[in-house]
């Protein structure tokens, strides 16, 4: 079964650049989530889609970031313009849960480690 | 204050030595548990649910201590593929909130 896929696997920018994410989660799973991870922390959790709509966007930071999934399968994270502290590990998982449910598992992607300099 | 707080080590334990270690959580209504198993530059894992009756999935052990408010981790027979940072999770709020991570490495 393939695994959630994640597009670019590196990316460095300048600071005030713009930079896009993709993420194919697994099929069929119906809940989305976007994490940032910096060096030496947890996952934050940014954004959580169920289908194509955002059913947790609390943590995102909204002047800069945005997100979306529009036909219910893949995403896209955007940041504009970014900053020397994005500078972290982006995640993308899925799960079978859906919102309000116990997420048994959720699987991540292999990351976007994005630079800004 | 942090939601989950971990000690994040290093710990550093030679091959076959058991090594255990905490993880604390804040909110008192948390409803479920996990660990999560992060290598180096990869993506973090689940390595195991944390029930409230504690639960055993080979040489992995973990507790829940309700009362307390921490749960806990212990690997027997501790191999060379164990290194890694174990992750401690919750699920509260329809989301997951993950702890910094402790670092095991084991050494031949």
């Known amino acids: 079964e393939a695994g959630v896929a994640q597009s670019p696997r590196y990316k460095i920018i300048e600071k005030r650049q713009s930079v896009a994410f993709w993420c194919n989660p697994i099929s069929g799973h119906a809940t989305l989530y976007w994490y940032q991870q910096i060096l030496g922390q947890g996952p934050k959790l940014l954004i959580q889609?169920?289908?194509?709509?955002?059913?947790?966007d609390s943590q995102l930071p909204k002047d800069r970031f945005s997100a979306e999934r529009l036909k219910g399968v893949d995403s896209t994270l955007k940041i504009q313009p970014a900053k020397l502290e994005d500078s972290a590990v982006y995640l993308c998982?899925?799960?079978?849960?859906?919102?309000?449910?116990?997420?048994?598992?959720?699987?991540f992607g292999p990351g976007t480690r994005l630079t800004v300099l | 204050r942090k939601e989950v707080e971990q000690d994040p080590g290093p710990f550093n334990v030679p091959e076959g030595a058991t090594v255990a270690f905490n993880c604390t959580y804040s909110?008192?209504?948390?409803?479920?548990f996990f660990w999560y198993r992060q290598d180096c530059r990869k993506e973090p894992k689940l390595l195991m649910s944390?029930?409230?009756s504690g639960n055993e999935d080979g040489r992995f052990t973990a507790q829940l201590n309700r009362a307390s408010q921490y749960i806990s981790l212990l690997i027997r027979d501790s191999k060379l593929s164990d290194s890694a940072t174990y992750l401690c999770?919750?699920?509260?709020?329809?989301?997951?909130?993950f702890g910094a991570g402790t670092t095991v490495t084991v050494r031949a």
């Open positions: 909110n008192s209504a948390s409803q479920s």
């Open positions: 998982a899925s799960s079978l849960a859906r919102f309000g449910e116990v997420v048994n598992e959720q699987f």
């Open positions: 889609f169920q289908n194509n709509g955002v059913v947790d």
């Open positions: 944390v029930y409230s």
């Open positions: 999770v919750e699920f509260n709020d329809y989301k997951l909130s």
